[in-house]
């Protein structure tokens, strides 16, 4: 009853990720239930969402089987953001401002990663979002409500035949963010920064997952409050077919 009176504020779920990986698509998908044709973004984007009656909650884990009273499924703002390089500031800001963020999105173009520089440019994104998680992680730790936000890395266009499986996309993402880990490092230690001792923003802390580590594994971001999960599918469907989005709806209605 306390928990009902005092959610006034609608929680939040944002869509990040690099240009053309299928956001704004997802955004009309959930959103309408149909996905509509889309532009490059330019600005950020809300939709009111709302749980499909097909896809559990959380909340409906303590309710009883034999429970007959209506269930309202529950409802969450739906954050877009544009791709662009230069655009990403609006993504990488609504990360640090303070709202009921309950979830992130980075949706991946699954072909657009089985080339080098696709995957290059979605790994260095993916990893800024990251660190920038685990930082928003260690300075809260010391408040009373340490705010852990899980990632879901959606492994979009499944459809397309040239596109790989969430699992490679998984592996594949980790190995190169290993490697942006390192340049990352390794340009701050030429360029001096972080070499000052001014607290907190040394090399330690610029360090994404386990510190010092060779191999990079989404599972290290768990000590940093950050769950990552990666699931394939698609929002548009080949001719007549339907897109597959089932998992990141249960997803999304786990973490609610
Ligand atoms: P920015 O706004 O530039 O950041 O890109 P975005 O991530 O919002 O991409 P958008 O939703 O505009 O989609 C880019 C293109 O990918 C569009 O032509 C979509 O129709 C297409 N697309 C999105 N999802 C899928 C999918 O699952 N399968 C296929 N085949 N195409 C998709
Ligand atoms: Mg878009």
């Known amino acids: 009853l306390y928990r009902k009176a005092s959610a006034k504020v609608l929680p939040t779920v944002l869509l990040i990720g690099p240009s053309g990986a299928g956001k704004t698509t997802l955004l009309t998908l959930f959103a309408n239930g149909t996905p509509s044709a889309t532009h490059t973004s330019q600005e950020p984007q809300t939709a009111l969402c709302q749980l499909p009656s097909t896809t559990s909650s959380h909340e409906d884990r303590y309710r009883s089987e034999h429970d007959t009273s209506s269930r309202s499924q529950p409802k969450f703002l ?31 173009d699954s072909a657009a990663v089985s080339s080098a520089a696709g995957l290059t440019e979605t790994a260095e994104y993916l990893h800024d979002v990251l660190l920038l998680l685990q930082k928003r992680h260690t300075q809260s730790k010391t408040s009373r409500d340490p705010q852990a936000i899980p990632v879901l890395i959606a492994a979009n266009k499944q459809d397309v035949f040239t596109s790989l499986p969430a699992s490679l996309v998984k592996s594949k993402l980790e190995q190169e963010i290993a490697k942006a880990r390192q340049t990352r490092s390794k340009g701050l230690l030429d360029s001096g920064i972080g070499m000052e001792d001014d607290g907190g923003d040394d090399e330690e802390s610029n360090w994404l997952g386990q510190y010092g580590a060779k191999e990079f594994k989404f599972a290290q971001m768990e000590e940093h409050g950050v769950e990552v999960k990666v699931i394939g599918g698609n929002v548009r469907g080949e001719g007549e077919e339907k897109g597959r989005v089932e998992e990141w709806w249960a997803w999304i209605g786990e973490n609610l």
């Open 78 to 108: 739906l954050v877009d953001t544009p791709g662009h390089g230069k655009l990403r500031h609006h993504a990488l800001s609504s990360l640090t401002s303070p709202t009921a963020l309950k979830g992130l999105v980075f949706v991946v």
